[in-house]
């Protein structure tokens, strides 16, 4: 400190005696001495202490030990949002692929009543006709021709419905013949059945033995050898649930 500095020391010093003197006039010059140097060895220890940056160095410390606080939750949210992300395709073996793999709907492949179309049609879902169709049919699973719908052609399918009118081969498990249906044909299927005001007009296979429909029963029985013989000139069955007796009485 340099000797201007040092007077203008003591000349604050004296002025603060005096104004303290005046203020409190009941309290001895020495103890107003004693405290104003107090006061003073207090304010240069502070401010020393903020020139050497102790202060900044707290802070400092402080703010290192939040940072380092937050960066070890870090790891721990970042191990969450690494398990909400899916892993890259190549990563994956394959059952995980497999299980990771959307599933697919199956769709309804529909034929509306003002559509008329020719050509095959093939789909892997079930198939629902209100149209026409001149074609053959290959499903997965059911065809279903609806009341009003009109196929020409084959039909291949696990199950076959028909409200409608369809002639053709029809080659599934189960055909069901409903009210208003007519068929005209030969159906391979195991199982066959005609409801109530059913038409079909042809041959139906039930497994390796031809069967014959008896007219007007909705009942279907095997063709044995006699009776291949003697219907050999007729081979084709007509059936028609909805039979009723004509204006002279007879069935």
């Known amino acids: 400190m340099t000797n201007t500095g040092m007077q203008l020391w003591i000349i604050w010093l004296v ?57 070890g939750k870090m790891p721990e949210k970042a191990l969450t949002d690494s398990a909400l992300i899916p892993p890259a395709a190549g990563s994956l073996s394959a059952g995980d692929a497999d299980v990771l793999k959307p599933v697919r709907t199956r769709k309804d492949t529909f034929i509306s009543p003002e559509a008329r179309l020719n050509g095959n049609l093939e789909a892997q879902g079930n198939i629902v006709i209100e149209g026409q169709l001149d074609g053959n049919i290959y499903s997965s699973h059911q065809v279903r021709i609806e009341s009003g719908g009109r196929v020409t052609g084959d039909i291949h399918a696990q199950h076959i419905v028909i409200n409608g009118d369809a002639k053709g081969n029809f080659h599934a498990e189960t055909l ?36 014959k429909a008896v007219a007007g029963k909705g009942i279907v029985k095997p063709i044995t050898a006699a009776q291949d013989q ?3 000139s007729a081979p084709v069955a007509i059936i028609n649930t909805d039979h009723r007796p004509d204006e002279k009485g007879h069935s």
């Not at 001895?28 to 020139?51: H, N, P, Q, V």
């Open 15 to 71: 002025w603060i005696l005096w104004i303290l003197d005046v203020l409190f006039p009941e309290v001895s010059l020495l103890k107003e001495s004693a405290i104003l140097i107090t006061g003073i060895a207090l304010f240069l220890f502070i401010f020393s202490l903020l020139r050497k940056g102790f202060f900044m160095r707290l802070l400092k410390r402080e703010s290192k030990k939040a940072d380092d606080s937050v960066q």
């Open 176 to 211: 069901t013949l409903q009210p208003e249906g007519r068929v005209e044909g030969t159906i391979y299927s195991d199982g066959l059945v005609i409801e109530k005001g059913g038409v079909f007009i042809g041959q139906s296979s039930l497994g390796q033995s031809e069967t």
């Open 230 to 232: 003697k219907s050999s």
